[in-house]
């Protein structure tokens, strides 16, 4: 995961942690969230580059270009806009 623009923050993504915003936690990067389960939309994020999945299908999807980092794991590397 790559915080993406000006961000400079690179980690690699371990199948240890629930989503990409346990990740973004994990690395002390700010991310807004309320759910974790993809029902408010309070962790929309810009997806710059790469693909996700989500743990949890969400009740509504994002639009295109963006995830919900609250229940998405990537499937290849990813640059997301935080």
Known sequence: M???VGGGITTPWSPAHASLLDLAEV???P???SCRT???HTCITH???GDI???TQPLELPEAGTI???CS???TEVVLDL
């Open 2 to 4: 790559d915080q993406g």
């Open 27 to 29: 690395c002390d990067i």
């Open 31 to 33: 991310t807004r969230w």
């Open 38 to 40: 993809g029902v408010c």
């Open 47 to 49: 997806l710059v580059a």
């Open 53 to 55: 999945t989500y743990t």
């Open 68 to 70: 919900l980092v609250c």
């Open 73 to 75: 794991n990537p499937t």
